[in-house]
């Protein structure tokens, strides 16, 4: 069986609108080689995106189009065949999209982390909470894409290992063919919405989200209406509230 191409990504971008912002920054992964550059984007970086990534418009002038790099070009070879693993998924897919190239698979770290989180019990999922609730040893610094990278293989690695523990493999299969059990698992959670179980936000803070529909479903129903009529297109929580509420179709 052949091994399947892991390409470990993080992007660091104008905003976080996947309908009019852009990449400023690529970093990934791929065969234990790692590779991070930035490019000019269409548009200024906003502000609020300068003070997280610390990523300042003076730094990018100068600097390519994405559209026109070898990069592009690179990562278009390696999607064909490859496997895109990302943190949040959807943001960088959208990204990536946005600039062309398609992501025909993929494994989304934060889907697969919430899945095997059956009973709620991580307060968050964001990568850097991630790294310190595992107790992951990681080299790098938090928003900066090749340190994002750094801290999305381990969480991979960590997520994995659970995965091919918990999976059932036959007898006769070896460490190899259970890894690529175990990655085509990870692809089939992470193209799926997946279900919250905590409320980490609003009135309702810390509780169950099954405890929330006995006493307040109202509130269920109203957020579901907030999420549906938002344009962040946020489909694991309206896949959740739906479940909870009964009316999935």
């Known amino acids: 069986m052949a091994e399947t191409t892991l390409i470990f990504l993080d992007t660091e971008t104008t905003g976080n609108d996947v309908t009019k912002d852009r990449l400023c920054q690529v970093c990934y992964r791929v065969h234990g080689e790692i590779r991070c550059e930035y490019f000019k984007p269409s548009l200024p970086m906003s502000v609020k995106s300068m003070s997280v990534t610390h990523i300042t418009n003076r730094m990018l002038e100068g600097k390519p189009a994405f559209s026109e790099s070898q990069m592009k070009k690179d990562l278009e070879g390696l999607l064909e ?130 405890e929330v529909m006995k006493t307040d479903p109202g509130y269920l129903s109203w957020l579901l209406n907030q999420k549906k009529a938002a344009n962040d297109n946020d489909e694991d929580w309206i896949y959740t509230l739906e479940h909870y509420l009964g009316t999935r179709a």
């Open 81 to 210: 065949d490859g496997v895109l693993v990302a943190h949040n998924a959807k943001f960088d897919i959208a990204i990536l999209e946005a600039e062309g190239l398609s992501v025909p698979r993929h494994i989304c770290t934060l889907r697969v982390a919430r899945f095997l989180d059956e009973k709620g019990i991580i307060p968050e999922y964001n990568l850097q909470f991630l790294r310190y609730y595992l107790d992951l040893e990681v080299p790098g610094s938090a928003h900066d894409a090749e340190g994002d990278v750094n801290v999305l293989c381990a969480v991979f690695e960590r997520l994995l290992q659970k995965i091919m523990k918990d999976v059932d493999s036959p007898p006769s299969q070896n460490s190899g063919e259970a890894k690529e059990a175990a990655i085509q698992k990870m692809i089939d959670i992470s193209s799926k919405p997946s279900l919250y179980k905590t409320f980490n936000f609003g009135k309702h803070k810390e509780k169950t989200i099954e």
